[in-house]
């Protein structure tokens, strides 16, 4: 019998890994994940928040594959030998391990200073005719699929495993023959990985009101589990749900709008985010990307606060806002699409903030609720439930039982005006005169 470890975490229990999979989890570039932590600056405002995205990348790994196998157990998949479900199994739970590993320092506040994608050296023999990355900013998206390929040529991986999990996690890279033969049973495992249900939000929402000491993003896991199923479409099998769990869905994703709004657009962060921007673009943290993922992986978040403290002692002002922590002053917290008036006074009172010497800035913060409904139909997600009546299984959208998500149809759409702490009288007087309060 194979070796297997068990890792103890505090949201799963026990999770078990296989030899194979110790040689991936113990590797370099993804020890290097617990150096990132999952929320950024987050932890400013909830200090219990600084967990990291190795224990979130074991927990999507344990739980997808905990979901496929009872779909699989449960018969939902019986075209396929044990031999190819083993394969997917195997797949997946890789694929639920590596999404993130691309990941740079301070979670997405590092993105856009990721170099050109053609940096990162994707594999061309990867990708189908005309869909590798071009002429555009890599994202960690890329990143991971160029570490993967990376972990493949480094034997940590063999070479087709490592194409099979890229091609899970992304669909413009073409599968291996054995992939391949698995057919549309490699939508069900990009659903479990990436999706409406998918396992990375199961368990980021968990996690993350776990160690922010907060509930909202608490929801029924178990009975969300139990009410999956495999329901058979147009193009083969595809993950759906009981209808009797469509209330769970109902819960996960309110857990995922409260956790937005209460944790992860939280008026602090985005202002930190703010300052180390200024940081990088004022020179006094000097970010350089461009030998691509032989970059990135020496780069974690103790690596930027170390070269932000060299900064401060250099008198660098942004980098002592950082590591004192200096919080802006909110001005300002508008829904962008609201009334007309409100958006207008905005701009008067950033206007008038300028024009009074304050140092004023804005923020956006945007998050679509879910892709199940929406007024862009191009970009709706088909997620189907069965239900039986007097004998017969009816299939239908998850929509038709859900009056609720026909209701939450428009993204999450914020924008924080800020000044400087030190603007904050001036700040005061602009608002009393314009009765903006």
Not at 9 to 27: F, K, S, W
Not at 124 to 134: F, H, L, Q, S
Not at 230 to 248: M, R, S
Not at 404 to 432: C, G, W
Request: net charge neutral; glycine share 8%; proline share 4%.
């Amino acid at each position: 019998m194979a070796s297997t470890y068990e890792i103890r975490d505090p949201i799963h229990g026990t999770i078990v890994i296989t030899e194979a999979e110790r040689q991936v989890v113990d590797h370099a570039w993804v020890q290097r994940l617990r150096g990132i932590r999952q929320l950024g600056f987050v932890h400013l405002v909830y200090p219990g928040a600084v967990h990291d995205r190795f224990q979130h990348s074991l927990g999507v790994m344990h739980l997808a594959g905990l979901r496929f196998r009872r779909l699989a157990d449960e018969g939902g998949f019986p075209e396929f030998s044990t031999a190819d479900l083993d394969y997917a199994y195997h797949v997946l739970r890789l694929a639920g391990l590596l999404h993130d590993v691309g990941h740079p320092p301070f979670s997405h506040s590092f993105e856009r200073w990721l170099p050109a994608v053609e940096k990162l050296q994707l594999p061309a023999d990867w990708y189908r005719p005309g869909c590798r990355p071009a002429q555009r900013r890599a994202t960690h998206e890329d990143a991971s699929i160029a570490l993967i390929h990376g972990l493949g040529q480094a034997g940590a991986l063999p070479e087709d495993l490592a194409r099979d999990v890229a091609a899970v996690l992304s669909p413009a890279v073409r599968r291996t023959r054995r992939l391949a033969g698995l057919g549309s049973l490699v939508g069900v495992l990009r659903a479990l990985v990436s999706g409406e249900l998918d396992a990375d939000r199961c368990d980021y929402l968990l996690r993350d009101s776990h160690f922010s000491g907060v509930r909202y993003g608490i929801y029924d896991l178990s009975r969300l589990i139990a009410c999956e199923t495999v329901i058979e479409g147009p193009d083969g099998p595809e993950l759906g749900l009981d209808v009797h769990g469509v209330h769970t869905l109902e819960g996960l994703l309110l857990a995922r709008y409260h956790m937005f709004l209460q944790v992860y657009f939280h008026k602090t962060p985005p202002a930190f985010e703010y300052y180390l921007e200024k940081a990088i673009e004022g020179g006094e943290l000097k970010v350089d990307f461009s030998a691509g993922v032989d970059s990135l992986v020496n780069w974690r978040d103790d690596t930027v606060i170390m070269r932000l403290h060299e900064a401060q002692a250099q008198g660098g002002e942004w980098s002592n806002r950082i590591l004192a922590r200096e919080p802006a002053k909110l001005v300002l917290r508008e829904r962008m699409g609201a009334e007309a008036q409100e958006n207008l006074l905005a701009e008067k009172l950033v206007e008038e903030l300028g024009q009074a010497g304050c140092h004023v800035f804005l923020r956006r913060s945007q998050q679509a609720f879910t892709r199940l409904v929406g007024e862009d139909t191009a970009g709706q997600t088909r997620l189907l439930c069965k239900r039986r009546v007097l004998g017969r299984t009816l299939v239908e959208p998850v929509t038709a039982h859900s009056p609720l998500l026909s209701s939450f149809n428009k993204p999450i759409d914020l924008r924080h005006t800020y000044v400087l702490r030190r603007d904050q009288e001036r700040a005061t007087a602009v608002m009393d005169r314009l009765q903006a309060w």
